[in-house]
């Protein structure tokens, strides 16, 4: 043994006791879910409130059937429609899942439909790494669907919401 701070493997010796595993139901997970999005949505509004935005709520736009979770004025008094995407927990946490993400997109499409769209920007936890995601995010942003994706958790990202 080279270092005398470093144990040697026992291989007999006992294994440390697995927790036991409580199957989530269906429930309890919506719950946590639930719980967690009003959370990421606190943290998002209180971003916006310290960049100077004017938050005016989460706004219905019935004629292409989107919700917006937060409609904005900036300090410089340009309305941005923010939507929310995120979480703490979970294996693939914001737009990493791909349901998301194709969500976020459908409603970017959906409000170039309007005859004046508010930029529209989407708020994360989390960005794809690689993949299909990734591949979608790029392609949805060309197209002019999303304004901006901003990780909530990158300061050189959230920097971008002060050109608005």
């Given at each position: 043994?080279?270092?005398?701070?470093?144990?040697?493997?026992?291989?007999?010796?006992?294994?440390?006791?697995?927790?036991?595993?409580v199957?989530?139901?269906?429930?309890?997970?919506?719950?946590s879910?639930?719980?967690?999005?009003?959370?990421?949505?606190?943290?998002?509004?209180?971003?916006?409130?310290?960049?100077?935005?004017?938050?005016?709520?989460?706004?219905?736009?019935?004629?292409?059937?989107?919700?917006?979770?937060?409609?904005?004025?900036?300090?410089?008094?340009?309305?941005?429609?923010?939507?929310y995407?995120?979480?703490?927990?979970?294996?693939?946490p914001?737009?990493?899942?791909?349901?998301t993400?194709?969500?976020?997109?459908?409603?970017?499409?959906?409000?170039?439909?309007?005859?004046?769209?508010?930029?529209?920007?989407?708020?994360?936890?989390?960005?794809?790494e690689?993949?299909?995601?990734?591949?979608?995010?790029?392609?949805?942003?060309?197209?002019?669907?999303?304004?901006?994706?901003v990780?909530?958790?990158?300061?050189?990202?959230?920097?971008?919401?002060?050109?608005?």
């Amino acid at each position: 043994m080279d270092n005398p701070d470093e144990l040697p493997f026992v291989a007999d010796a006992p294994a440390a006791p697995t927790p036991p595993v409580v199957p989530a139901t269906g429930r309890s997970f919506q719950a946590s879910a639930g719980i967690q999005g009003r959370q990421f949505a606190e943290q998002c509004d209180t971003l916006l409130a310290h960049l100077g935005f004017e938050l005016r709520g989460r706004r219905v736009l019935a004629e292409v059937g989107v919700e917006i979770d937060q409609e904005a004025v900036s300090p410089t008094g340009t309305v941005v429609w923010f939507e929310y995407k995120g979480s703490i927990q979970g294996n693939r946490p914001g737009l990493r899942r791909t349901d998301t993400m194709k969500k976020a997109i459908a409603n970017g499409a959906l409000l170039r439909a309007l005859d004046e769209p508010a930029p529209y920007v989407v708020i994360t936890s989390h960005l794809p790494e690689a993949g299909s995601g990734a591949a979608m995010l790029a392609t949805a942003s060309g197209l002019g669907y999303l304004a901006d994706v901003v990780c909530l958790y990158d300061p050189a990202s959230t920097v971008r919401l002060k050109r608005w």
